[in-house]
């Protein structure tokens, strides 16, 4: 079984301030891991993932996270925040057989960027 | 550029009607997916098809059906809604083998009166 926690549901940040939004996960396996992000009114759309490749991973718009398997931990970083930033952001956990039935989303987090 | 089209954005039905939720994508994936999204829940995975004709039952099945007669169509249908099936409705697509890396459409928000 796997599963994902979204430490925070609600983020807010000042424009120009780094981001911290913090995933940690569980699984039996060594997993696959995915950030997506959702503006208002929109579908998800994939930042970054992780596939047991580099432990860093650089996605679009300036986000990164890092994958840390001694905290189970899959936290999503960007150094300075631009409004356009602000959005719901959903951390995803897939069993490493690349199933795509076996994904599991996050209960997500809403960041807010303050001018 | 890829694209997954959800053809009603915002539907009204009455408790007991019939629901077709249309979607249509242009990338020659071979899996479609239907998740429902309400808010603290992240989103929830109600079916799910890997070739034409097949389908397999997610998390929340119940009170949905599914059609995939075209690789590029797949249909969620609410037999009789209920007031409880208020949501947001999304659909997504991916390859075979990209098991995380879904496309997704902007959405069909239901609601149930």
């Known amino acids: 079984a796997q599963s994902v926690t979204q430490l925070d549901s609600h983020v807010s940040v000042s424009e120009g301030t780094p981001v911290l939004l913090r995933c940690n996960y569980s699984?039996?396996?060594?997993?696959?891991l995915f950030w997506y992000v959702q503006h208002p009114n929109k579908g998800l759309q994939l930042l970054l993932k992780?596939?047991?490749?580099?432990?860093l991973v650089k996605g679009i718009n300036g986000f990164e996270a890092e994958f840390k398997k001694s905290e189970t931990s899959f936290h999503l970083t960007k150094p300075s925040a631009h409004m356009s930033d602000a959005a719901e952001y959903f951390c995803?956990?897939?069993?490493?057989?690349?199933?795509?039935?076996?994904?599991?989303f996050g209960s997500g987090t809403q960041l807010t960027v303050l001018p | 550029d890829v694209k997954v089209t959800q053809s009603s954005r915002y539907l009204v039905k009455r408790t007991g009607e019939k629901v077709f939720l249309e979607c249509v994508q242009d990338?020659?994936?071979?899996?479609m997916f239907w998740y429902r999204q309400d808010p603290g829940l992240g989103l929830r995975l109600i079916y799910f098809?890997?070739?034409?004709?097949?389908?397999e039952k997610g998390d929340i099945p119940e009170g949905y059906s599914v059609s995939r007669e075209k690789k590029e169509r797949f249909s969620l249908i609410l037999e009789s809604a209920s007031t409880n099936q208020t949501s947001m409705y999304l659909c997504?697509?991916?390859?075979?083998?990209?098991?995380?890396?879904?496309?997704f459409g902007e959405g069909s928000r239901l609601t149930v009166l």
């Open positions: 992780y596939t047991s490749a580099a432990t």
């Open positions: 997504a697509s991916s390859f075979l083998r990209d098991g995380g890396e879904l496309f």
């Open positions: 699984s039996s396996y060594s997993p696959s």
């Open positions: 990338m020659d994936h071979e899996n």
């Open positions: 098809s890997y070739d034409v004709k097949m389908k």
């Open positions: 995803v956990v897939s069993d490493p057989s690349g199933s795509a039935r076996q994904l599991t």
